[in-house]
């Protein structure tokens, strides 16, 4: 008898295929992450940028741009 015919044939490989797609799924989803993180830390620096300049405000350490501390007047300086 072909061993195709056999209920424990097919159960292995059944059991081997799952194991298969699933170790698979749980690669592809690791290196996914792994590559949007990437994507992410890349980026940040541009976003940052595009607030500065957006608002005239630094977003990491609140300095003010001389072009906005212009535009605020002489009492951004507490009149000095």
């Not at 008898?1 to 209920?7: A, Q, S």
């Not at 059991?15 to 993180?37: E, F, I």
């Amino acid at each position: 008898m072909p061993p195709w015919h056999d209920v424990g044939w097919w159960l292995w490989t059944a059991a081997m295929a799952v194991l298969a797609l699933a170790s698979g799924y749980g690669w592809g989803w690791r290196r996914g992450l792994r590559h949007g993180r990437r994507l992410e830390r890349s980026a940040a620096p541009l976003w940052l940028r595009a607030e500065a300049l957006e608002r005239g405000v630094c977003p990491v350490c609140d300095h003010v741009t001389a072009r906005e501390h212009a535009a605020q007047g002489p009492s951004a300086n507490n009149g000095r």
